[in-house]
Protein backbone atom coordinates (compact mmCIF):
# COMPACT_ATOMS: atom_id res chain seq x y z
CA UNK A 1 0.00 0.00 0.00
CA UNK A 2 1.81 3.38 -1.00
CA UNK A 3 2.25 7.00 0.98
CA UNK A 4 -1.07 8.32 -0.68
CA UNK A 5 -3.43 5.28 -0.24
CA UNK A 6 -2.29 4.75 3.30
CA UNK A 7 -3.59 8.56 4.16
CA UNK A 8 -7.09 7.90 2.48
CA UNK A 9 -7.20 4.86 4.31
CA UNK A 10 -6.67 6.66 8.00
CA UNK A 11 -8.97 9.62 6.92
CA UNK A 12 -11.87 6.57 5.70
CA UNK A 13 -11.68 5.03 8.96
CA UNK A 14 -11.28 8.71 10.67
CA UNK A 15 -14.70 9.92 9.51
CA UNK A 16 -16.39 6.26 9.38
CA UNK A 17 -15.44 6.50 13.36
CA UNK A 18 -17.06 9.71 13.66
CA UNK A 19 -20.06 8.80 11.88
CA UNK A 20 -20.50 5.67 14.01
CA UNK A 21 -20.38 8.07 17.58
CA UNK A 22 -22.71 10.50 15.58
CA UNK A 23 -25.44 7.58 14.79
CA UNK A 24 -24.72 5.70 18.24
CA UNK A 25 -27.34 7.37 19.81
CA UNK A 26 -29.42 7.79 16.99
CA UNK A 27 -30.46 4.11 16.45
CA UNK A 28 -33.07 2.92 17.99
CA UNK A 29 -34.07 7.12 18.90
CA UNK A 30 -32.15 6.83 22.49
CA UNK A 31 -31.72 9.93 24.54
CA UNK A 32 -27.77 11.12 24.40
CA UNK A 33 -26.53 11.34 28.05
CA UNK A 34 -24.66 15.13 27.11
CA UNK A 35 -28.47 16.21 25.98
CA UNK A 36 -30.32 14.68 29.25
CA UNK A 37 -27.43 16.18 31.23
CA UNK A 38 -28.01 19.33 29.50
CA UNK A 39 -31.53 19.82 30.01
CA UNK A 40 -31.34 18.94 33.52
CA UNK A 41 -28.47 21.48 34.69
CA UNK A 42 -30.39 24.58 32.17
CA UNK A 43 -26.71 24.90 30.61
CA UNK A 44 -24.65 22.77 28.09
CA UNK A 45 -23.47 20.52 29.87
CA UNK A 46 -19.79 20.85 27.44
CA UNK A 47 -19.51 23.92 28.76
CA UNK A 48 -19.71 23.78 32.41
CA UNK A 49 -16.48 22.81 34.71
CA UNK A 50 -16.22 19.07 36.64
CA UNK A 51 -14.77 18.96 40.38
CA UNK A 52 -13.19 15.73 41.04
CA UNK A 53 -12.36 14.17 43.98
CA UNK A 54 -10.13 11.03 44.49
CA UNK A 55 -12.04 8.89 47.33
CA UNK A 56 -9.98 6.16 48.70
CA UNK A 57 -11.28 2.35 48.11
CA UNK A 58 -12.08 1.69 51.60
CA UNK A 59 -13.86 4.52 51.90
CA UNK A 60 -16.46 4.36 48.73
CA UNK A 61 -19.28 3.23 50.68
CA UNK A 62 -19.11 6.06 52.93
CA UNK A 63 -19.29 8.60 50.12
CA UNK A 64 -22.47 6.56 48.79
CA UNK A 65 -24.17 7.12 51.71
CA UNK A 66 -22.93 11.00 51.80
CA UNK A 67 -24.63 11.33 48.67
CA UNK A 68 -27.28 9.53 48.78
CA UNK A 69 -28.27 11.72 52.02
CA UNK A 70 -27.93 15.01 49.90
CA UNK A 71 -29.70 13.85 47.46
CA UNK A 72 -32.60 13.10 49.51
CA UNK A 73 -33.09 16.98 50.27
CA UNK A 74 -34.73 17.10 46.59
CA UNK A 75 -37.91 14.91 46.49
CA UNK A 76 -37.54 15.52 42.75
CA UNK A 77 -33.77 13.86 42.72
CA UNK A 78 -32.98 11.22 39.86
CA UNK A 79 -30.40 8.95 38.66
CA UNK A 80 -28.97 9.09 35.31
CA UNK A 81 -26.56 6.18 33.54
CA UNK A 82 -24.15 6.17 30.55
CA UNK A 83 -24.46 3.81 27.40
CA UNK A 84 -21.53 2.94 25.36
CA UNK A 85 -20.03 -0.06 26.89
CA UNK A 86 -16.94 -1.02 27.92
CA UNK A 87 -15.52 2.12 25.97
CA UNK A 88 -17.46 4.22 28.65
CA UNK A 89 -15.21 3.28 31.55
CA UNK A 90 -12.28 4.78 29.79
CA UNK A 91 -13.83 8.34 29.70
CA UNK A 92 -14.24 11.13 32.49
CA UNK A 93 -16.95 13.38 32.89
CA UNK A 94 -15.73 16.10 31.08
CA UNK A 95 -15.61 13.67 27.70
CA UNK A 96 -18.84 12.32 27.86
CA UNK A 97 -20.15 15.81 27.70
CA UNK A 98 -17.76 16.98 25.20
CA UNK A 99 -16.80 16.12 21.72
CA UNK A 100 -17.57 12.89 19.55
CA UNK A 101 -18.03 11.04 22.94
CA UNK A 102 -21.24 13.63 23.89
CA UNK A 103 -23.06 11.44 21.73
CA UNK A 104 -22.62 8.36 23.83
CA UNK A 105 -26.94 7.19 25.10
CA UNK A 106 -28.37 7.25 27.93
CA UNK A 107 -27.80 3.92 29.72
CA UNK A 108 -28.73 2.03 33.06
CA UNK A 109 -26.82 2.88 36.27
CA UNK A 110 -24.56 0.31 37.35
CA UNK A 111 -24.17 -0.93 40.81
CA UNK A 112 -22.22 -2.87 42.67
CA UNK A 113 -22.66 -4.79 46.26
CA UNK A 114 -19.75 -3.29 48.86
CA UNK A 115 -19.46 -4.64 52.43
CA UNK A 116 -20.15 -2.61 55.44
CA UNK A 117 -19.48 -5.09 58.27
CA UNK A 118 -18.72 -8.88 58.71
CA UNK A 119 -22.24 -10.05 57.72
CA UNK A 120 -23.30 -6.81 55.84
CA UNK A 121 -23.42 -5.52 52.07
CA UNK A 122 -24.61 -1.75 50.75
CA UNK A 123 -25.89 -1.30 47.22
CA UNK A 124 -24.28 1.36 46.02
CA UNK A 125 -23.57 3.71 42.15
CA UNK A 126 -20.97 1.79 41.15
CA UNK A 127 -20.41 3.92 38.05
CA UNK A 128 -23.51 6.61 37.22
CA UNK A 129 -24.50 10.04 38.06
CA UNK A 130 -27.30 11.52 40.83
CA UNK A 131 -29.27 14.35 39.50
CA UNK A 132 -31.02 16.31 41.95
CA UNK A 133 -30.69 20.30 43.85
CA UNK A 134 -28.48 21.39 45.94
CA UNK A 135 -28.55 24.96 47.64
CA UNK A 136 -31.57 25.77 45.02
CA UNK A 137 -28.90 24.76 42.09
CA UNK A 138 -29.12 22.03 40.00
CA UNK A 139 -26.04 19.70 40.40
CA UNK A 140 -25.08 16.37 38.91
CA UNK A 141 -22.41 13.61 40.68
CA UNK A 142 -21.02 10.74 38.75
CA UNK A 143 -19.70 8.43 40.70
CA UNK A 144 -17.23 5.83 39.84
CA UNK A 145 -15.85 2.95 41.58
CA UNK A 146 -12.26 2.17 41.03
CA UNK A 147 -11.85 -0.24 38.24
CA UNK A 148 -8.05 -1.76 37.97
CA UNK A 149 -8.76 -3.27 34.76
CA UNK A 150 -9.06 -0.11 33.34
CA UNK A 151 -6.28 1.61 34.69
CA UNK A 152 -8.83 3.28 37.95
CA UNK A 153 -7.14 2.11 40.81
CA UNK A 154 -8.90 4.85 43.02
CA UNK A 155 -12.57 5.79 43.16
CA UNK A 156 -13.69 9.10 42.06
CA UNK A 157 -16.18 11.36 42.35
CA UNK A 158 -16.98 14.42 39.84
CA UNK A 159 -19.64 17.24 40.23
CA UNK A 160 -20.89 19.12 37.38
CA UNK A 161 -22.68 22.34 38.36
CA UNK A 162 -23.08 26.11 36.73
CA UNK A 163 -22.48 27.58 40.05
CA UNK A 164 -18.69 26.62 40.80
CA UNK A 165 -18.96 27.48 44.75
CA UNK A 166 -21.95 25.45 44.49
CA UNK A 167 -19.65 22.57 43.69
CA UNK A 168 -16.80 23.03 46.13
CA UNK A 169 -19.71 23.12 48.91
CA UNK A 170 -21.20 20.27 47.80
CA UNK A 171 -18.32 18.32 48.00
CA UNK A 172 -17.27 19.89 51.27
CA UNK A 173 -20.75 18.87 52.89
CA UNK A 174 -20.08 15.30 51.69
CA UNK A 175 -16.75 15.21 52.89
CA UNK A 176 -18.05 15.59 56.60
CA UNK A 177 -20.92 13.15 56.11
CA UNK A 178 -18.81 10.89 55.13
CA UNK A 179 -17.04 10.54 58.29
CA UNK A 180 -20.41 11.30 60.49
CA UNK A 181 -22.04 8.13 59.03
CA UNK A 182 -18.67 6.20 57.64
CA UNK A 183 -19.57 2.42 57.96
CA UNK A 184 -16.33 2.09 59.23
CA UNK A 185 -17.24 3.65 62.89
CA UNK A 186 -17.11 1.15 65.46
CA UNK A 187 -16.30 -1.75 63.25
CA UNK A 188 -13.61 -4.34 64.12
CA UNK A 189 -11.38 -3.59 60.41
CA UNK A 190 -7.92 -5.43 59.20
CA UNK A 191 -6.37 -3.72 55.61
CA UNK A 192 -5.45 -6.52 52.85
CA UNK A 193 -1.54 -6.42 52.54
CA UNK A 194 -1.78 -7.94 48.46
CA UNK A 195 -3.60 -4.89 47.18
CA UNK A 196 -7.16 -3.66 47.00
CA UNK A 197 -9.47 -5.91 46.18
CA UNK A 198 -12.92 -5.75 44.57
CA UNK A 199 -14.80 -7.65 47.14
CA UNK A 200 -13.34 -6.29 49.92
CA UNK A 201 -12.39 -2.87 48.66
CA UNK A 202 -8.97 -2.70 50.62
CA UNK A 203 -10.16 -3.73 53.99
CA UNK A 204 -11.55 -6.90 55.46
CA UNK A 205 -14.25 -6.49 58.36
CA UNK A 206 -13.61 -8.85 61.04
CA UNK A 207 -15.83 -10.10 64.08
CA UNK A 208 -15.37 -8.15 66.88
CA UNK A 209 -14.03 -10.65 69.51
CA UNK A 210 -16.14 -11.57 72.60
CA UNK A 211 -13.25 -12.78 75.91
CA UNK A 212 -14.32 -11.79 79.37
CA UNK A 213 -12.30 -10.95 81.85
CA UNK A 214 -12.40 -14.59 83.40
CA UNK A 215 -10.96 -15.95 79.87
CA UNK A 216 -7.59 -13.81 80.28
CA UNK A 217 -5.29 -15.57 82.82
CA UNK A 218 -3.10 -12.58 83.82
CA UNK A 219 -1.46 -11.63 86.65
CA UNK A 220 -4.29 -9.42 88.78
CA UNK A 221 -1.91 -6.10 88.77
CA UNK A 222 -0.89 -6.51 85.60
CA UNK A 223 -4.36 -6.98 84.13
CA UNK A 224 -5.67 -3.64 85.85
CA UNK A 225 -2.76 -1.81 84.91
CA UNK A 226 -3.94 -2.55 80.71
CA UNK A 227 -7.18 -2.23 81.26
CA UNK A 228 -6.89 1.22 82.87
CA UNK A 229 -4.52 2.46 80.51
CA UNK A 230 -6.94 1.65 77.39
CA UNK A 231 -10.85 1.19 79.30
CA UNK A 232 -10.13 3.83 82.07
CA UNK A 233 -8.83 6.84 80.36
CA UNK A 234 -11.84 6.24 77.39
CA UNK A 235 -14.26 5.78 79.88
CA UNK A 236 -13.01 9.37 81.18
CA UNK A 237 -12.28 11.06 78.14
CA UNK A 238 -14.68 13.97 78.13
CA UNK A 239 -13.20 14.87 81.56
CA UNK A 240 -9.36 14.77 80.86
CA UNK A 241 -10.05 16.74 77.92
CA UNK A 242 -11.92 19.70 80.20
CA UNK A 243 -8.56 19.58 82.09
CA UNK A 244 -5.96 19.82 79.19
CA UNK A 245 -4.94 16.21 79.72
CA UNK A 246 -3.80 14.27 76.59
CA UNK A 247 -5.87 11.14 75.77
CA UNK A 248 -3.35 9.89 72.75
CA UNK A 249 -2.11 6.62 74.25
CA UNK A 250 0.76 3.76 73.49
CA UNK A 251 0.64 0.44 75.18
CA UNK A 252 3.12 -2.26 74.49
CA UNK A 253 2.24 -5.94 75.76
CA UNK A 254 5.79 -7.76 75.58
CA UNK A 255 6.60 -11.46 76.44
CA UNK A 256 7.32 -14.72 75.31
CA UNK A 257 5.66 -16.19 72.24
CA UNK A 258 2.47 -18.06 73.17
CA UNK A 259 1.61 -16.09 76.58
CA UNK A 260 -0.93 -14.10 75.33
CA UNK A 261 -0.48 -11.23 74.03
CA UNK A 262 -2.92 -11.15 71.10
CA UNK A 263 -5.64 -12.50 73.61
CA UNK A 264 -5.46 -9.95 75.42
CA UNK A 265 -5.48 -7.81 73.18
CA UNK A 266 -9.02 -9.36 71.75
CA UNK A 267 -10.55 -8.81 75.62
CA UNK A 268 -9.48 -5.21 74.99
CA UNK A 269 -11.83 -4.92 71.76
CA UNK A 270 -14.19 -6.35 73.68
CA UNK A 271 -14.27 -4.03 76.36
CA UNK A 272 -14.26 -1.36 73.66
CA UNK A 273 -17.25 -1.57 71.94
CA UNK A 274 -17.87 1.69 70.55
CA UNK A 275 -14.33 2.31 69.27
CA UNK A 276 -13.03 1.63 65.44
CA UNK A 277 -10.28 -0.66 65.81
CA UNK A 278 -8.04 -1.15 62.58
CA UNK A 279 -5.84 -4.50 63.26
CA UNK A 280 -2.31 -4.20 61.84
CA UNK A 281 0.14 -7.71 61.75
CA UNK A 282 2.44 -8.92 58.73
CA UNK A 283 3.03 -6.52 55.95
CA UNK A 284 -0.29 -4.89 56.38
CA UNK A 285 1.74 -2.98 58.96
CA UNK A 286 3.05 -0.85 56.09
CA UNK A 287 -0.35 0.65 56.77
CA UNK A 288 0.26 2.09 60.02
CA UNK A 289 -0.44 6.08 58.47
CA UNK A 290 -3.69 5.42 56.84
CA UNK A 291 -4.45 3.31 59.80
CA UNK A 292 -3.57 6.35 61.72
CA UNK A 293 -5.55 8.92 59.83
CA UNK A 294 -8.76 6.16 60.14
CA UNK A 295 -8.73 6.34 63.83
CA UNK A 296 -8.20 10.21 63.93
CA UNK A 297 -11.07 10.61 61.67
CA UNK A 298 -13.17 7.84 63.41
CA UNK A 299 -11.84 8.03 67.07
CA UNK A 300 -13.00 6.97 69.45
CA UNK A 301 -10.23 4.14 67.95
CA UNK A 302 -7.29 1.69 68.33
CA UNK A 303 -4.78 0.82 66.31
CA UNK A 304 -3.54 -2.56 67.10
CA UNK A 305 0.21 -3.31 65.78
CA UNK A 306 1.01 -6.77 66.31
CA UNK A 307 4.29 -8.36 66.58
CA UNK A 308 5.48 -4.48 66.25
CA UNK A 309 9.08 -5.61 66.33
CA UNK A 310 9.07 -6.67 63.13
CA UNK A 311 9.43 -3.61 61.65
CA UNK A 312 10.12 -1.24 64.80
CA UNK A 313 13.59 -2.66 65.42
CA UNK A 314 16.64 -0.74 66.55
CA UNK A 315 18.27 1.40 64.26
CA UNK A 316 21.72 0.00 65.21
CA UNK A 317 20.74 -3.41 63.59
CA UNK A 318 20.23 -2.86 60.08
CA UNK A 319 23.06 -0.62 57.87
CA UNK A 320 20.11 1.60 56.35
CA UNK A 321 17.53 1.62 59.43
CA UNK A 322 14.08 0.19 58.22
CA UNK A 323 11.85 2.80 56.51
CA UNK A 324 8.79 1.46 58.08
CA UNK A 325 9.79 2.10 61.33
CA UNK A 326 9.12 6.02 60.46
CA UNK A 327 6.04 4.83 59.38
CA UNK A 328 4.98 4.23 62.68
CA UNK A 329 6.92 6.92 64.74
CA UNK A 330 5.26 9.33 62.08
CA UNK A 331 1.91 8.05 62.72
CA UNK A 332 2.15 8.66 66.78
CA UNK A 333 3.37 11.63 66.24
CA UNK A 334 1.00 12.86 64.33
CA UNK A 335 -2.08 13.18 66.00
CA UNK A 336 -3.33 15.36 68.51
CA UNK A 337 -2.83 14.97 72.08
CA UNK A 338 -6.60 15.13 72.58
CA UNK A 339 -7.10 12.15 70.15
CA UNK A 340 -8.87 9.43 71.59
CA UNK A 341 -6.59 6.90 70.05
CA UNK A 342 -4.84 3.83 71.76
CA UNK A 343 -1.44 2.68 69.84
CA UNK A 344 -1.66 -1.13 71.40
CA UNK A 345 1.77 -2.59 70.34
CA UNK A 346 2.58 -6.22 70.57
CA UNK A 347 6.55 -7.74 70.46
CA UNK A 348 8.07 -10.60 71.58
CA UNK A 349 11.05 -9.12 71.37
CA UNK A 350 11.57 -6.06 73.54
CA UNK A 351 14.73 -5.75 73.60
CA UNK A 352 15.18 -4.94 69.86
CA UNK A 353 12.75 -2.11 70.11
CA UNK A 354 13.65 1.30 68.70
CA UNK A 355 14.30 3.75 72.12
CA UNK A 356 12.40 6.56 70.69
CA UNK A 357 9.73 4.18 70.25
CA UNK A 358 8.96 3.03 74.01
CA UNK A 359 10.59 5.61 75.51
CA UNK A 360 9.26 8.46 74.49
CA UNK A 361 5.33 9.66 76.19
CA UNK A 362 2.73 9.50 73.39
CA UNK A 363 4.27 6.77 71.58
CA UNK A 364 4.37 4.37 74.46
CA UNK A 365 4.02 5.32 77.34
CA UNK A 366 3.02 1.85 79.08
CA UNK A 367 4.50 -1.24 78.92
CA UNK A 368 3.71 -4.30 80.62
CA UNK A 369 4.79 -8.04 80.23
CA UNK A 370 3.18 -10.78 79.96
CA UNK A 371 4.79 -13.44 81.64
CA UNK A 372 4.84 -17.47 81.52
CA UNK A 373 2.05 -18.25 83.66
CA UNK A 374 3.03 -19.30 87.55
CA UNK A 375 1.07 -22.72 89.31
CA UNK A 376 -1.97 -20.91 89.61
CA UNK A 377 -1.96 -19.42 86.34
CA UNK A 378 -1.31 -22.33 84.71
CA UNK A 379 -4.23 -24.42 86.71
CA UNK A 380 -6.69 -21.54 85.94
CA UNK A 381 -5.38 -22.16 81.56
CA UNK A 382 -6.34 -25.57 82.27
CA UNK A 383 -9.93 -25.03 83.43
CA UNK A 384 -10.37 -22.42 80.56
CA UNK A 385 -9.32 -24.89 78.02
CA UNK A 386 -10.69 -28.19 79.63
CA UNK A 387 -14.40 -27.70 78.10
CA UNK A 388 -16.70 -29.83 79.29
CA UNK A 389 -14.26 -33.16 80.20
CA UNK A 390 -14.73 -33.72 83.73
CA UNK A 391 -10.61 -34.17 84.99
CA UNK A 392 -9.89 -34.96 88.10
CA UNK A 393 -8.42 -32.36 90.40
CA UNK A 394 -5.70 -34.66 90.94
CA UNK A 395 -4.42 -34.74 87.49
CA UNK A 396 -4.82 -31.37 86.77
CA UNK A 397 -2.97 -30.28 89.49
CA UNK A 398 -0.28 -32.60 88.50
CA UNK A 399 -0.54 -31.48 85.22
CA UNK A 400 0.19 -27.72 86.08
CA UNK A 401 2.96 -28.73 88.11
CA UNK A 402 4.72 -30.53 85.42
CA UNK A 403 4.25 -27.71 82.82
CA UNK A 404 6.48 -25.33 84.84
CA UNK A 405 7.99 -22.87 81.96
CA UNK A 406 5.34 -23.27 79.54
CA UNK A 407 2.98 -21.01 78.11
CA UNK A 408 -0.66 -20.43 77.62
CA UNK A 409 -0.41 -22.44 74.15
CA UNK A 410 0.75 -25.32 75.88
CA UNK A 411 -2.01 -25.31 77.78
CA UNK A 412 -4.41 -25.30 74.94
CA UNK A 413 -2.79 -28.18 72.77
CA UNK A 414 -3.01 -30.20 75.64
CA UNK A 415 -6.01 -29.87 75.93
CA UNK A 416 -6.51 -30.66 72.19
CA UNK A 417 -4.62 -33.71 72.13
CA UNK A 418 -6.17 -35.40 75.10
CA UNK A 419 -8.73 -35.31 73.37
CA UNK A 420 -7.51 -36.58 70.37
CA UNK A 421 -6.11 -39.53 72.37
CA UNK A 422 -9.99 -40.32 73.81
CA UNK A 423 -11.12 -39.97 70.32
CA UNK A 424 -8.69 -42.40 68.64
CA UNK A 425 -9.73 -44.68 71.85
CA UNK A 426 -13.07 -44.22 70.58
CA UNK A 427 -14.44 -43.42 74.34
CA UNK A 428 -14.72 -40.36 76.42
CA UNK A 429 -11.29 -38.27 77.23
CA UNK A 430 -10.39 -39.25 81.02
CA UNK A 431 -7.36 -38.46 83.09
CA UNK A 432 -5.37 -41.04 81.84
CA UNK A 433 -5.38 -39.56 78.07
CA UNK A 434 -4.45 -36.02 79.73
CA UNK A 435 -1.80 -37.62 81.48
CA UNK A 436 -0.69 -39.63 78.15
CA UNK A 437 -0.63 -36.20 76.06
CA UNK A 438 1.38 -34.64 78.77
CA UNK A 439 4.26 -37.29 78.60
CA UNK A 440 4.13 -36.65 74.38
CA UNK A 441 4.12 -32.83 75.46
CA UNK A 442 7.17 -33.11 77.53
CA UNK A 443 8.84 -36.11 75.95
CA UNK A 444 12.59 -35.32 74.50
CA UNK A 445 11.19 -35.99 70.90
CA UNK A 446 8.74 -33.57 71.31
CA UNK A 447 11.51 -30.63 71.75
CA UNK A 448 10.40 -28.92 67.81
CA UNK A 449 6.69 -28.79 69.17
CA UNK A 450 7.87 -27.28 72.22
CA UNK A 451 10.18 -24.58 70.76
CA UNK A 452 6.96 -24.09 68.30
CA UNK A 453 4.11 -23.13 71.24
CA UNK A 454 6.58 -20.99 73.10
CA UNK A 455 8.45 -22.78 76.25
CA UNK A 456 10.68 -21.01 77.10
CA UNK A 457 12.93 -23.68 78.59
CA UNK A 458 11.73 -24.01 82.35
CA UNK A 459 10.35 -27.63 82.24
CA UNK A 460 12.59 -30.54 81.95
CA UNK A 461 11.40 -33.26 79.64
CA UNK A 462 9.78 -36.21 81.23
CA UNK A 463 10.15 -39.66 79.29
CA UNK A 464 7.09 -41.24 78.01
CA UNK A 465 6.58 -44.73 76.74
CA UNK A 466 2.61 -43.46 76.03
CA UNK A 467 1.03 -42.86 72.49
CA UNK A 468 1.57 -39.67 70.30
CA UNK A 469 -0.32 -38.06 68.24
CA UNK A 470 -0.09 -35.22 65.97
Known amino acids: ?49 VV ?17 ILAQGDPQAMELGVGGGEMRYHQTLPDFVAGSHGR ?32 GEPIGVMQRRSNPRFGQDKC ?24 EHSVLRGQVISFESSGYGAESSGITFLERPEITAEQVILPPASMERIV ?79 DCDLVAEDRGMSPTGRPLLFEVL ?44 DADGRRRLLELYRGPVGYGDEVLLEAAERSEGMTASFMKELMRRSVLLAAVDGVEPDDGHLRTALDGLL ?28
Open 330 to 373: DAMDGLDADADVTFLLTTNRVETLERALVQRPGRVDQAVEVPLP
Open 1 to 49: MGEMELRGFLESFRELSELAHQNYAEDGDQERFAAALTAYLGRPAGQLA
Open 156 to 179: TVEVICADGDVATALLDEARELSI
Open 443 to 470: AGQEELTRVLLGNSGGAEASPSEGREVG
Open 104 to 135: LPVGQVDYVSVPTGPHSHRRAIGFGMRLFHHR
Open 228 to 306: AHVVGIAEHAEVLRRYGQHLKRGLLLYGPPGTGKTHTVRHLITRSPGHTVAVLAGESLAYVSLAATLARALQPAIVVLE
Open 52 to 68: TEEVMNHRFADWDVALE
